[in-house]
């Protein structure tokens, strides 16, 4: 469901279906979907698959945190 950060990591339709909160008859109509297609199934896990690397992977994550260290250190020496 697209509950919290869900919906930051599954896009809808690409990476998986979402359901709204306590939608029941949605959360139902996703699964059948999924289940019912073994072709869209692949398909979403080969993207959910490249999306979590390319956003989510260590390299992806060093990089940001690299950035965000340099960031900072370049604002403390200006307030030096």
């Given at each position: 469901t697209a509950l919290a950060g869900v919906p930051e990591v599954v896009v809808d339709g690409q990476t998986g279906l979402l359901a709204a909160p306590g939608d029941r008859d949605g959360l139902r109509a996703a699964l059948d979907r999924l289940l019912g297609d073994p072709e869209l199934r692949a398909a979403m896990s080969r993207a959910a698959q490249a999306r979590c690397r390319d956003r989510f992977g260590i390299a992806a994550i060093?990089?940001?945190?690299?950035?965000?260290?340099?960031?900072?250190?370049?604002?403390?020496?200006?307030?030096?």
């Open positions: 060093a990089g940001a945190y690299h950035a965000l260290y340099q960031e900072l250190a370049g604002t403390a020496c200006a307030a030096s």
